[in-house]
């Protein structure tokens, strides 16, 4: 057992003590849920049982049969008792979810409407639904539907009126090529080394991808952060903790398991680089800077013409740090607008300075340089 510091934004420091730090936690995850401190997980990961309920093997063409999930904690009575258990351990994630936290569930068709109404109906506000595109699914053997590749995945906060959660907007943007990071994630399954194996056979039928839970970790905790998994099966979601600098609270009810994902976890090598390096800067978190600041500061000439990415339309800085459009006079935003013929726009993003070699390099490249500049300025004592 250890403490953790939880986040406090400014405020005195909140510390629970007695939080099972990087531990895995074997029962029933509605108990083991009721015996840790109220508020003291930052985001939670789960992979609930399905529901799948197969009634029927199912056959390959060349007559093999396929080895799907029928395991004895995917099955229920019926749909009522399903939501019985859904509920019940919804709500006990939720009292232990931070106040600024946020969830994420995996489903697939089966069971995942049915999960999304009840974390409605519990408090929880939908913030995305992410489908988890599978770039090698298992096809459709009998040719009777689509085949499905695809998994969706919720991710709410703990209650609508939460202003705060954790979401790294930047650092999605930088897995994704500089740009916004979609809704829609492709990711192969999980297969080859990377899959957990017992005596050369699959030790956990849903094993996730780790570069799926890679993603949703950096896009939605800290550095120090408490990650919590109630089904935490091969300790996928550990296992990238680990890797990422963030803490791991699992909960697993079947003992195999418990031992699989130890000696997994355990097998990793604690990461031995700057925790700088676990984390992405955010532009929201950098002092603002309006664009009459660069002009005032002389870090942009009055007259300097700015141009669209393309280099064909053109404005001029005015003194008080609106852009002269042809006539049309407005902010960096209001003329990027303007001519895009849209209600709003990034004029950060949109215009571009040249320069010393005619070069165009977006507007906000300035504002970066003055704040480094200002950052290294010695204040007076």
């Known amino acids: 057992m250890a403490s953790t510091k939880l986040k406090s934004n400014g405020a005195s420091p909140v510390f629970s003590m007695a939080l099972p730090l990087d531990t895995i ?27 799948l309920q197969l009634q029927n093997e199912l056959i390959r063409p060349n007559q093999t049969l396929v080895n799907a999930v029928n395991d004895e904690w995917d099955k229920f009575a019926d749909f009522a008792s399903y939501d019985e258990f ?28 049915r999960v999304g109404r009840i974390m409605m109906d519990l408090g929880f506000w939908v913030l995305n639904d992410v489908i988890w595109h599978k770039t090698n699914p298992m096809p459709n053997f009998r040719g009777t539907r689509f085949t499905n590749a695809t998994e969706t995945m919720i991710w709410a906060k703990k209650a609508q009126e939460q202003k705060r959660y954790t979401f790294n907007y930047h650092a999605m943007k930088n897995l994704n090529d500089e740009k916004q990071m979609p809704n829609v994630w492709q990711i192969p399954l999980c297969t080859g080394a990377e899959r957990v194996k017992v005596n050369g056979k699959k030790a956990h039928s849903t094993q996730k991808p780790e570069a799926l839970l890679y993603r949703v970790l950096l896009a939605s905790s800290n550095a120090g952060d408490v990650v919590l998994d109630p089904f935490f099966g091969s300790g996928t979601t550990g296992a990238v903790a680990k890797k990422l600098k963030r803490h791991y609270i699992g909960i697993e009810r079947e003992p195999a398991y418990v031992d699989i994902a130890r000696q997994r976890i355990a097998a990793i090598p604690a990461p031995e680089f700057p925790v700088e390096l676990a984390e992405t800067e955010s532009k929201r978190d950098a002092p603002r800077i309006s664009f009459a600041t660069l002009v005032e500061a002389g870090t942009i000439s009055i007259g300097t013409r700015l141009f669209d990415e393309s280099g064909k339309c053109t404005a001029a800085v005015c003194a008080d740090g609106r852009l002269d459009l042809d006539g049309f006079r407005g902010s960096i935003h209001r003329t990027a607008a303007h001519l895009l013929g849209e209600a709003g726009a990034n004029g950060w993003d949109f215009w571009h300075f ?10 906000d490249d300035l504002r970066q340089q003055y704040r480094q500049a200002c950052a290294e300025t010695p204040t007076a004592t």
């Open 25 to 51: 936690l074997n029962g029933d995850c509605v108990e083991v849920l009721k015996a840790l401190p109220e508020k003291s997980v930052d985001l939670i990961f789960a992979d609930p049982p399905y529901n």
């Open 86 to 113: 859904t509920e019940q351990w919804l709500s006990a994630c939720r009292r232990v979810l931070t106040d600024e936290g946020s969830i994420w569930v995996i489903g697939s068709y089966h069971n995942i409407f």
């Open 354 to 363: 040249r320069d010393d070699h005619g070069e165009l390099h977006p507007l």
